[in-house]
C-alpha cells in the first residue's frame, strides 16, 4: 500500500500567518477522492483558461454551502491532515539574531516556503510513531506539492536536506517530493482547502480550531473517516534558532552566534 501527502501553502499579504500543509491517504483511497471529487468540481469548482474544472478555497470563500460538498468527500477519504504555520514577523526577528562572526549571511527573507516545508518534514518523521494507528511505521510517504516557482528551491536544497537527517529516521523519507498542476490534480486541492483553513484561523487568533476541524455550520453533519489524525505544528522566534543556525554552519563552515533576543527600549 503506497502512502502520499499532498502539500500547499497559504498565506495573504497583509497577514502575519504562514501556513503550509494537506493531506495523507493511501493511493487507493486518493484514487476514489479524485473520482468523487471531480463531480464536485464539474457542478461547483472554477474553470481555468483551459476549461479545466477546479476548486480553490480562496475564490470560493462566499460559497460555504458549496465548499460543504467537498470537505464531505476530503472527510471520508482522508485519514491525516497535517499542518506547520508560524508568524513570518517571528521568523524575521530569528533570522536578526543569527550571527557568524567574518562573514555576511544572505538570507532570501522571501523563502518562507522551503524553510515551512523544512520544519514540517523534521517534525511529521520524528512524530510518525505516533502516527502508527493511522500509517504504519514501515511505510514510507511520498510528498507531492504544487508546481512553483518554489519547486526550484526544493530540488536544489533537498539532497543537502537529507544527507542532514538523523541516521535512526533518514530511512522514514521518500524521495524527492514530485510536482504537480494543482489545477488538474484533486489532492492538491484538498491541500489547498486544509491550509487555507489552518491559515484562516490562525488570522483570526482560533488556532484551536484546527484539531477540532471547527468548520462552523457547513460541517456538523458529514461523515467523518475514522481513525483520523490531525497534526498541527506551531514554530516561535526561539524554535528557529537551532534550525537557521545550522544552516547558517553549514552554509559558511564558521562558528555561530545566536544572539540574546532584542529588548524594547523604554522611553
Not at 555561530?256 to 522611553?267: K, R, Y
Request: charged share 30%; hydrophobic share 40%; net charge negative.
Amino acid at each position: 500500500m503506497g502512502w502520499h501527502g499532498y502539500i500547499d501553502e497559504s498565506y495573504t499579504p497583509d497577514g502575519d500567518a504562514y501556513v503550509i500543509g494537506g493531506c495523507i491517504a493511501t493511493d487507493r483511497d486518493w484514487a476514489t477522492f479524485s473520482g468523487e471529487w471531480r463531480l464536485f468540481a464539474q457542478r461547483f469548482g472554477r474553470v481555468d483558461a483551459r476549461g479545466h474544472r477546479y476548486f480553490h478555497m480562496a475564490e470560493m470563500a462566499n460559497r460555504l454551502e458549496d465548499v460543504g460538498f467537498f470537505y464531505s468527500v476530503i472527510s471520508e477519504h482522508v485519514p491525516v491532515f497535517i499542518s506547520a504555520r508560524f508568524n513570518r514577523s517571528e521568523f524575521n526577528r530569528a533570522l536578526k539574531r543569527i550571527y557568524v562572526p567574518g562573514a555576511a549571511m544572505e538570507w532570501d527573507r522571501q523563502n518562507y516556503y522551503w524553510i515551512a516545508f523544512r520544519c514540517l518534514m523534521d517534525k511529521f518523521h520524528l512524530e510518525r510513531p505516533q502516527l502508527d494507528r493511522v500509517i504504519p511505521q514501515n511505510e514510507v510517504v511520498q510528498f507531492h506539492m504544487d508546481e512553483t516557482s518554489d519547486r526550484k528551491s526544493v530540488e536544489r536544497m533537498w539532497a543537502e536536506y537529507i544527507a542532514h537527517r538523523p541516521s535512526d529516521i533518514r530511512d522514514r523519507y521518500a524521495a524527492i517530493p514530485v510536482f504537480e498542476n494543482d489545477k488538474t490534480a484533486p489532492p492538491l486541492q484538498a491541500a489547498d482547502f486544509w491550509v487555507w483553513w489552518v491559515r484562516e484561523w490562525c488570522d483570526n487568533g482560533q488556532p484551536d480550531k484546527i484539531v477540532r476541524h471547527d468548520f462552523e455550520g457547513f460541517a456538523k453533519s458529514i461523515r467523518r473517516r475514522s481513525p483520523r489524525a490531525t497534526i498541527d505544528i506551531a514554530f516561535t522566534e526561539e524554535q528557529f534558532l537551532p534550525t537557521l543556525a545550522r544552516m547558517a554552519k553549514n552554509q559558511t563552515g564558521r562558528n555561530v552566534i545566536v544572539l540574546p533576543e532584542a529588548q524594547d527600549a523604554d522611553f
